[in-house]
């Protein structure tokens, strides 16, 4: 199947072009033409008038949409997430989990394990919890927070892979941890966590080098005190994921910290909760409820933020307003670093011999299509 994108401008890490065409063959992005060539015959052929190429956007961290939650344990509500994440541009994403019980968490994975495939890639879980800090627990529910158990985590990983772990790296066996894991080749990643700099020390010697909603329930910067804010500043090869819509954090501190770390180690998320892409009312994450009101999630007991409603496309948006890099770089943040992450290879360019995953964006950073693997399986008309 060769499909032929006409008349598009493309936007790739350290690539732009304008009016160009892409041609997919299968699921590989085969060639791209600059105005002027000839073009291909094509089984497919699509003229994007104008629109914007870019690299199918990959979100590590996302819970739910459309009132669905990876932890229902619900195979209808993983299809659902799964096609609606296909309007924001994402491609692929991890199904991330909360704290919950083992029995709700085998539920969740075997959900996931049943996914149809019709919608964004899911080729494997992200943990969240619950080896996490009692004290940083946030929207965590506290009741099934438990230490490291890499035990645990090897009989979740035999229902669906795992991908990343996030856990507070102080708590007791920290260090052993992050080695257990990176021997399953899961990525390890610090959240939900009291972590000083020294703590964090002991497991960056071992190999971590993530860090999960940087900034949000962790260790902040401070003068005598670096934390675990500091620590991400500080170490420029350390990939820090962000929930870029504003609430989280700040725009400020959103810029300081592309300024500081450059564009290469940041990572969009959105860390989406049940709400995203419904209207404001009552929720849930975990069994806490939770008021939706005015784009922000939080917890109804005392209004801590509870994940969030962001769109992953909303924050590509918000990033390049925020901090004037151009989409082209902006772009790295949206998919390529987090495929690094991964370490996928072949994936977050239009670049030859890359897979063909590919969002077609406006202006105003709407979707207008998604292609997976070289088919649209997204259409905004």
Do not use: W
Not at 136 to 141: I, K
């Amino acid at each position: 199947m060769r499909t032929l994108i006409r008349d598009c401008n493309i936007a790739s890490p350290g690539f732009e072009v304008k009016h160009g065409s892409i041609l997919f063959k299968d699921n590989i992005i085969y060639s791209i033409l600059t105005p002027g060539e000839s073009l291909p015959d094509a089984d497919l052929t699509i003229n994007a008038n104008g629109l914007t190429a870019i690299p199918g956007m990959i979100d590590i961290h996302c819970h739910g949409r459309n009132n669905c939650d990876f932890t229902d344990g619900d195979v209808e509500g993983v299809n659902t997430i799964g096609i609606n994440k296909l309007k924001e541009g994402v491609t692929m994403m991890l199904p991330t989990t909360l704290t919950q019980s083992e029995e709700a968490l085998s539920a969740a994975f075997d959900s996931i394990a049943h996914y149809n495939g019709k919608g964004v890639k899911m080729p494997g879980v992200h943990l969240e919890g619950p080896f996490i800090n009692p004290s940083e627990v946030g929207a965590q529910n506290p009741s099934f927070v438990r230490m490291p158990d890499i035990n645990l985590v090897q009989k979740l990983n035999d229902i669906y892979p795992i991908h990343k772990v996030s856990f507070a790296p102080e708590l007791p066996g920290g260090d052993s941890f992050v080695t257990d894991l990176l021997a399953m080749g899961i990525v390890p990643s610090a959240a939900h966590s009291a972590a000083k700099y020294a703590e964090f020390k002991r497991c960056y010697a071992k190999g971590l080098r993530n860090l999960t909603h940087f900034c949000n329930q962790m260790t902040p910067l401070h003068h005598r005190e670096i934390g675990l804010v500091g620590a991400g500043l500080l170490h420029t090869n350390v990939f820090a994921e962000m929930i870029c819509d504003t609430l989280h954090s700040s725009p400020n501190m959103i810029k300081l910290a592309f300024k500081v770390k450059g564009v290469d180690h940041m990572i969009l998320i959105t860390d989406a909760m049940r709400a995203a892409g419904m209207p404001d009312g009552e929720y849930d994450l975990g069994g806490l409820p939770v008021m939706v009101s005015g784009g922000a999630a939080r917890l109804r007991e005392n209004a801590a933020l509870a994940g969030s409603v962001l769109r992953m496309n909303v924050a590509l948006k918000n990033v390049v307003e925020i901090t004037g890099l151009p989409l082209s770089e902006a772009v790295r943040a949206g998919a390529l670093n987090a495929a690094h992450s991964l370490g996928y290879k072949n994936i977050g360019r239009i670049e030859t011999g890359f897979t063909a995953d590919v969002a077609l964006i406006d202006d105003n950073f709407i979707v207008h299509n998604t292609f997976v693997d070289g088919e649209m399986r997204y259409s905004l008309d």
